[in-house]
């Protein structure tokens, strides 16, 4: 099979628990490149905020924390670290207060301005998988190969709750909250969740992590065979 250039962005968007976490992961192994979660980055001011007990719907507050806190994102094979004042809290991020609070602080365009200032740094010299909601339709709009992962809401919410720390939720509650979110990422009026026009579509309610690699795989491979079969695909 053809070998790669380095230096290629790929990005993947989609709705929550739509399998972009594994794949961008295991596609960024593969590839030789490095795997950025830009999920991570309004986390970790969430988490921040929460330290802090600012209010997650206020833009000014938010902007004001921004400026005096020092983020420092390092960019790995794994997973992205974070660092917020010097602290690695990478770990804490994954609870779902946090969780919560990203997808509500996520609305404010001045917020997102700067962390899209950030995520295009980090992408700059390109060999990156990057997944969330606006890297191909925002972040890096002109990026060569862009995916947009999918699955139905009922799927995803099982996959949230087995994902859950053991005896924390119910099912109907996790199903709730995707729905939630799903509604907060692709209501909002500053770069809603949406597929690129240019994006492949790609459903995973039944494919396993595996096969969607592999289905991302092709279609990057057959775009180095053929662009133009690429754009018709
Ligand atoms: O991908 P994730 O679940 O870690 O993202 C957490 C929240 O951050 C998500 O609900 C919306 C927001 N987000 C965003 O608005 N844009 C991105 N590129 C990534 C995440």
Redesign the pocket.
């Known amino acids: 099979m053809k070998r790669l250039p380095k230096d290629l962005i790929i990005t993947i968007?989609g709705p929550?628990?739509a399998g972009?976490?594994t794949a961008a992961r295991l596609l960024a192994e593969r590839l030789g490149y490095c795997y950025i979660?830009?999920?991570?980055?309004?986390?970790a001011l969430?988490w921040k905020a929460i330290q802090e007990g600012i209010d997650v719907s206020s833009p000014t507050m938010l902007l004001d924390l921004l400026a005096r806190t020092e983020l420092e994102f390092r960019p790995g094979p794994e997973r992205l670290r974070v660092l917020v004042d010097g602290e690695d809290v990478t770990d804490a991020?994954r609870l779902p207060r946090i969780?919560?609070a990203?997808?509500i602080?996520?609305?404010h365009p001045s917020v997102?301005e700067e962390?899209?200032r950030r995520?295009r740094q980090l992408g700059i010299g390109g060999g990156v998988v990057?997944?969330?909601?606006?890297?191909g339709t925002?972040?890096f709009p002109d990026a060569p190969v862009k995916f947009y992962l999918t699955a139905s809401p009922e799927e995803r919410g099982r996959r949230r709750f087995r994902e859950s720390p053991h005896g924390t939720g119910s099912l109907e509650g996790t199903l709730a909250e995707v729905e939630r979110?799903d509604r907060?990422?692709m209501e909002?009026p500053a770069?809603p969740?949406k597929p690129a026009p240019d994006a492949i579509l790609i459903d995973t309610t039944f494919l396993s992590a595996e096969e969607v690699v592999k289905e991302l795989e092709s279609h990057i491979h057959r775009k180095l065979r053929d662009p133009r079969d690429f754009l018709l695909a």
């Open positions: 968007d929550v628990a972009k976490t979660d830009s999920g991570t980055m309004y986390r969430a991020l969780e919560t990203s997808s602080l996520s609305v997102r962390l899209v995520q990057m997944d969330g909601r606006d890297i925002v972040v979110r907060r990422d909002r770069s969740l």
